[in-house]
């Protein structure tokens, strides 16, 4: 990030909330909102989830309660398949963390809010594997002495007592974690817990995502659809396209083995630009999928095809205001990041 980009996004946000008023009567959109986690503190008993995954509760509904004040919200097929006036807003939540049942699904009955779970089967199926960031996230808050370890050929330590050296170990571990093949981030994964163990003297904790049975019980609600999110979160685009194939056929096999129900939607594990590529979307439209979901931050339609569909990423550090503005500002972005392009 240059030094620039903080006034700038500044500028887009007091844009966009000025932009609000006439944008709410006169333009018609279809968002897709993207969610992750919901809970109020850590939840031991259930699991870890990483602080910069986790939305308060209190701020999540009023979110919710602010939508309602302006949009239809409503499924996601409901969403692509309407081509009507008006602002029409569909929730997904990504991952497959066990509090979008307890804490996220009594508030969408409450409030009569459909969503759309994409899961992440892996961590569904296994308990004690802790996603990477995750245990990043674990390791710089639970370890209060030095860490090392080894992995491909290259040795790392950290001084965790020091906060430099947390930000030097989340800076350096998550892009290799995010650009390593399946092999590679098992090996790095399994190096990193084996030292964090060492470090705290504890077994690490559970992950915190449902288990098998509530996937299936959840798949009975009327009011959460089920999607895929491949098996392992493997970031696709540093994927062959067998290996793009065996993430999602395994996935969606699972989802069927558990609830009956593959998933007619995707959504790519990260998102990003660099997260998926071209020839990833052929690889999974392939597989008889009704579409596929990217982070970019957009409205649905601006996408180019059914396999890059923008999502709005809500960040569990945003205040109302900046959800605000970054949903009405959509245009305002991407004005603004192809203007970044073009002078690059």
Request: hydrophobic share 40%; with cysteine; net charge negative.
């Amino acid at each position: 990030m240059n030094a620039a980009e903080p006034a700038l996004r500044s500028l887009l946000s007091l844009g966009a909330r000025l932009w609000e008023p006439f944008a709410r009567t006169v333009q018609s959109r279809r968002l897709v909102l993207c969610f992750h986690s919901v809970q109020h503190d850590e939840r031991p008993d259930r699991g870890y989830v990483s602080r910069r995954l986790r939305m308060d509760v209190d701020a999540f509904e009023e979110v919710l309660a602010w939508l309602q004040e302006w949009a239809s919200l409503v499924t996601l097929d409901e969403l692509m398949n309407d081509e009507g006036n008006g602002w029409r807003v569909a929730l997904t939540f990504d991952d497959g963390y066990v509090d979008n049942l307890d804490t996220v699904l009594p508030l969408l009955e409450q409030y009569q809010v459909p969503m759309t779970w994409f899961i992440c089967t892996r961590y569904v199926e296994e308990p004690q594997a802790l996603p990477w960031w995750d245990l990043i996230d674990y390791a710089e808050s639970h370890v209060w002495d030095r860490l090392a370890f080894s992995c491909a050929g290259e040795r790392f330590e950290y001084d965790l007592r020091r906060p430099g050296e947390r930000k030097r170990l989340r800076r350096e571990q998550r892009p290799r974690f995010y650009e390593a093949q399946a092999p590679g981030r098992r090996q790095r994964q399994s190096a990193l817990a084996a030292a964090v163990r060492e470090s705290t003297g504890q077994a690490l904790p559970s992950n915190g995502f449902a288990r098998p049975h509530e996937v299936a019980e959840a798949a009975g609600s009327p009011w959460i659809t089920i999607g895929a999110h491949t098996h392992t979160h493997q970031n696709l685009g540093v994927c062959s396209d067998a290996d793009v194939v065996h993430e999602v056929e395994h996935g969606r096999s699972l989802l069927e083995e558990w609830t009956g129900q593959s998933g007619r939607w995707l959504a790519y594990p990260f998102g990003g630009p660099s997260a998926w590529t071209q020839e990833v979307a052929r690889q999974v439209e392939k597989q008889g999928l009704a579409g596929a979901f990217t982070l970019t931050p957009d409205h649905v339609g601006s996408a180019p095809h059914r396999f890059a569909i923008p999502r709005i990423d809500i960040s569990p550090q945003w205040r109302i205001a900046e959800a605000r503005a970054r949903i009405f500002g959509a245009d305002l972005f991407r004005w603004a990041r192809t203007a970044k392009a073009w002078t690059q």
